[in-house]
């Protein structure tokens, strides 16, 4: 059997563990381990029976919680001795397991249970398979045999973590391995047919994280938590009961968004949770993801909006850096906690490597204001809402250059707008630009945010001349953009322009990204929703990022003929925006349908093969296992359609 990953997430903490509930250490492009703030704090946690890795009688299978049923070895003439049931969940900063060994004979029996432990602490960044090594001078690890237990410690320099491991009924032996690692041993005297349990915790403390933690008794006591903070998230929203397949969608969103909350800090050091973007390798605080996730909800969920926008605030550049791509008024692209980012050996401890998180930063203030009536929260961030506005104009590049600009960023992101990776902004061809790019998407983002702001700045923050502004500023560029970027003999506008003013002419889903924006007029918006909707742009799973037919166009490619859950989300309510509703209803119904084989989770994204009678969608390569914005996604499908 192949042993695949099974994630378990709980805000900052996630585990990975194979189908027998083993974790390996293997390095690679999957996860595989218990990661807590960027660093794995379990590489080793095997679990053998007399000495021999057990079999699989049932693996372990997607959800909040991993359980599998292991058996020793044998034959059809020889049944088992014994049975043995893993169950595992992950709680804050921590892995609670419970193994429970049931004997199969009416006779006692004996058996000899060991669980091979170790913890690395790497950060995550080296096993993600960047093809980068990264100089650790001094660092130190270390291993405390204690009463119940074993307790792992990592120094370098200042930095220090720990990971501790403890058992309830305590291990017999903590034996060596001559590998770094260690085995807990315990000799198990079984009553006939009998059962013994153990209870396993593991507590991981992340550098400078000084809380009193309680690790919980059982599995069961995680479970019970999850199902608190997910009643949080999906009581009293009114899901339509003439579309049952999409209220539940919106059920499972909610339920994996009550599990991607993670912890930030407001301007006053208020405790907040925030969407992490997603897991495995995102459980942090993005700009955009949780932007975009926080529009999603708004109507339905309006505090992770309020809490977003405080601690998007708190990362708000005030000065220039150039190896973050800083600039005053900037909001954070990325933010991390981990060792390489403490020491400056990746650029992202604070990255501001986003053209497009400043505008929607000002989209979701106007969208909070209008939706919920909170002036204070408004009131509060005007100096950050300001200096963001004073960024589009400035360093962003709507003065000087007429639109957002942005640049490849060397050791960084190459691509700065949503489709983020080194081909996505493309020619039809498949060729590249060099040198500065204009991204059509962020244009439609900046429009938006200059009325919006104008409406807060006219209604609550008193300033008329400051609206008036910002709304010929936005009119200006609304203007700009129907000029430069419509493809007059395609009826479409372009993906992008580069750094001399010429079309990046790729056909790309970006363009349902202005209809969300408003930035075309009625007669283009029309043009634009129902092109989207034709075969080489809609594989029946949902519009691909770029149309087929073209050189650029590749299926399995992240970002060059794939489909997203959360654009084909602002496709949707783009094309109710302009009046399109049973275009709008034909996008909802397809992503819907693609959520069926995966238990109602939409995943990260879709290969963009055509829809065949019978079949499922194609899974993506390399795709993420949960992302907030997908899982924000049906709810923007909510209310773009309602339950039609």
Not at 245 to 270: F, H, I, K, M, Y
Request: proline share 6%.
């Amino acid at each position: 059997m192949t042993d695949r990953h099974h994630l378990l997430v709980h805000g900052a903490t996630f585990a990975a563990v194979g189908d027998r509930g083993d974790i390996s250490g293997v390095r690679g492009g999957s996860p595989d381990g218990l990661f807590v703030r960027d660093a794995r704090h379990l590489s080793r946690w095997q679990l053998t029976v007399d000495g021999a890795v057990p079999e699989v009688l049932t693996p372990v299978a997607d959800g909040d919680a991993a359980r599998c049923v292991l058996v020793p070895r044998g034959g059809r003439q020889e049944p088992p001795a014994h049975t043995v049931f893993r169950e595992q969940a992950v709680g804050d900063s921590s892995f609670v397991e419970s193994v429970r060994v049931t004997g199969n004979r009416p006779e006692p029996s004996t058996v000899r249970l060991a669980l091979t432990v170790d913890a690395d602490f790497t950060d995550q960044f080296e096993l993600r398979s960047d093809h980068r090594t990264y100089v650790k001078a001094g660092a130190v690890r270390s291993r405390h045999v204690l009463s119940d237990g074993i307790e792992f410690v990592y120094r370098r320099a200042e930095w220090r973590s720990c990971t501790t491991v403890t058992a309830d009924p305590a291990p017999d032996a903590v034996e060596e391995t001559g590998t770094g690692a260690r085995r807990l041993v315990w000799t198990l005297d079984l009553e006939p047919h009998g059962t013994i349990e153990l209870l396993l915790r593991v507590i991981a403390r992340p550098h400078g994280d000084r809380r009193t933690l309680r690790v919980p008794r059982d599995p069961a006591a995680v479970h019970r938590q999850l199902r608190i903070r997910e009643e949080e998230f999906t009581e009293s929203v009114a899901f339509p009961t003439g579309w049952p397949e999409l209220a539940a969608t919106c059920v499972r969103g909610l339920s994996d968004l009550a599990a991607l909350q993670v912890p930030a800090s407001g301007p006053d050091g208020e405790e907040l949770r925030v969407p992490a973007a997603g897991a495995p390798w995102f459980l942090t605080l993005l700009g955009r993801d949780a932007l975009l996730t926080s529009l999603f909800t708004l109507p339905y969920r309006p505090w992770p909006a309020a809490a977003t926008l405080l601690a998007l605030a708190v990362a708000q550049a005030t000065g220039t850096g150039v190896s973050r791509v800083a600039q005053p008024g900037k909001i954070v692209h990325e933010v991390r906690h981990g060792e390489l980012a403490h020491f400056g050996q990746v650029p992202f401890r604070r990255y501001y490597g986003s053209v497009d998180a400043t505008p929607l930063f000002l989209v979701l203030l106007g969208a909070y204001v209008e939706q919920t009536g909170d002036t204070a929260l408004a009131r509060r961030l005007e100096p950050h809402a300001r200096a963001a506005v004073g960024w589009m104009l400035d360093h962003g590049g709507l003065t000087s250059r007429g639109y957002l600009v942005y640049r490849a960023d060397e050791g960084g992101l190459a691509n700065q707008n949503w489709k983020d990776s080194p081909g996505a902004i493309c020619c039809a061809d498949g060729t590249r630009p060099t040198g500065a790019v204009m991204a059509a998407g962020a244009q439609g983002y900046a429009y938006d945010a200059l009325r919006r702001t104008a409406g807060v700045a006219r209604a609550v923050w008193a300033d008329e001349t400051y609206a008036a502004l910002l709304e010929q500023a936005a009119a200006d560029l609304r203007d700009r953009f129907q000029r430069d970027f419509w493809m007059r003999e395609r009826s479409f506008p372009a993906l992008a322009l580069d750094g001399q003013g010429r079309q990046i002419d790729a056909l790309a889903s970006d363009a349902g990204h202005l209809l969300w924006s408003g930035l075309l007029d009625k007669e283009y918006g029309e043009a634009v929703g129902r092109r989207l909707l034709e075969p080489d742009f809609f594989s029946g799973w949902g519009v691909r990022t770029v149309a087929s037919g073209q050189p650029a166009y590749h299926p399995l490619s992240y970002h060059r003929g794939s489909v997203w859950p959360h654009d084909n989300a602002l496709i949707a309510l783009g094309l109710a925006r302009y009046g399109l509703h049973d275009e709008a209803r034909t996008v909802a119904h397809a992503l819907i349908d693609a959520a069926a084989p995966t238990g109602r989770r939409l995943p990260e994204v879709l290969a963009g093969y055509r829809r065949a009678p019978d079949t499922a969608p194609v899974p993506c390569p390399h795709a993420g296992g949960r992302l907030a914005r997908s899982a924000a996604a049906p709810l923007a499908l909510l209310t773009a359609v309602g339950g039609a």
